[in-house]
């Protein structure tokens, strides 16, 4: 078998259309512009990446981006007083401290300080708790890229067997809150699971969120399931700098039904959902109905 490949560059590049065209709307008939604060604390290289590509993306679906760019120093009480003006911003509809932060700051305390409407990464304890109990929530957004690249490829994913390959707050636990809100069997896997190849080769839906590359062989893989590789891992080959996953892509490829390649896969699908969060954030700040198929 060779594995359908989930193209999540252009999927990404549908729902940021998508998110444009319902911008241009709100715009038209009620006179908002979803805005964006991105905060970023510190010079670290991979964040200004991150942060410059986000800036970027948001005015591109004609919302409004708001950079607030502090100093490595920066005071806690100085980072909480700007999030406190944001919270109170009525043209901010969405907030993301882009992590991680300087060690002297206390980032859940930062995190916890966000408006939990206007947490667009969905970090806010209250948003962990609500998508735990199933209710309302805004959800992180690299695995609601995966969840939606899932429905799209699936349709319907009720009673598959997922294992989830990492359990951290970011990614691998609130992934397999979506995968049982969705009514998979989940299972999360961790550094300390046993016979992990045996729990793997159950799973119709594997999701690696480990951050070791290519660990994750093709003989781990039952035949016919889907694979979702969140991870990205820089390594030397050949003389040159490679991104690569957290599986094994060309031998997973030969067994697996369908695969996310690693670039071009669940990546770009994150900032996609940054977008849509703060979308939907600003609607429901504005008691409007909310766009469908853009939040889980
Ligand atoms: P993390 O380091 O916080 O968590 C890694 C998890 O993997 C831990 O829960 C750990 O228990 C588990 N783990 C470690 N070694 C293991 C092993 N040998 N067997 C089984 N499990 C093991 O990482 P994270 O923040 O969840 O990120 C995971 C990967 O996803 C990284 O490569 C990261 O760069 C990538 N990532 C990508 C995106 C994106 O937008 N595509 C977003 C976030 C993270």
């Not at 004609?62 to 700007?82: C, I, R």
């Not at 206390?106 to 408006?115: G, K």
């Not at 594997?206 to 781990?220: I, S, Y």
């Not at 977008?275 to 939907?280: E, H, K, M, V």
Request: proline share 6%; with cysteine; hydrophobic share 40%.
């Amino acid at each position: 078998m060779v594995a359908q490949v989930i193209d999540g560059k252009a999927f990404a590049a549908k729902l940021r259309a998508q998110v444009a065209e319902q911008v241009a709307t709100l715009k038209e008939a009620h006179g908002i512009i979803p805005g964006l604060a991105v905060v970023l604390v510190g010079e670290d290289p991979a964040s200004q990446v991150y942060v410059r590509s986000k800036g970027k993306q948001t005015v591109e679906v004609g919302m409004n981006s708001y950079e607030h760019k502090l100093d490595a120093s920066t005071s806690e009480e100085d980072l909480l007083a700007l999030i406190d003006r944001l919270n109170n911003d009525p043209e901010v509809h969405g907030i993301l401290v882009q992590l991680p932060l300087p060690k002297h700051l206390n980032e859940d305390l930062v995190i916890n300080a966000i408006d939990p409407a206007k947490d667009v990464d969905g970090f806010h304890i209250s948003n962990v708790g609500l998508l735990g109990t199933g209710q309302k929530s805004m959800v992180p957004c690299t695995p609601l890229g995966c969840l939606m690249m899932l429905r799209d490829h699936h349709g319907s994913l009720s009673g598959m067997d997922a294992v989830v390959i990492g359990r951290s707050n970011i990614v691998g636990k609130p992934m397999a809150q979506l995968l049982l809100g969705d009514s998979c069997t989940v299972t999360i896997a961790h550094s300390r699971t046993k016979n992990l190849a045996e729990v793997v080769r159950r799973a119709d839906i594997v999701v690696a969120a480990v951050g070791r590359p290519e660990m994750v062989p093709g003989d781990w893989i039952k035949p016919g399931a889907t694979v979702i590789d969140v991870g990205i891992n820089r390594i030397e080959r050949d003389g040159k700098t490679k991104l690569v996953g957290d599986v094994h892509y060309d031998s997973c490829a030969e067994v697996a039904g369908a695969i996310t390649p690693v670039p071009g896969g669940v990546g770009p699908m994150t900032i996609a959902c940054l977008l849509a969060n703060t979308l939907t954030a600003c609607t429901r700040a504005n008691n409007l109905p909310e766009p469908k198929g853009l939040t889980a």
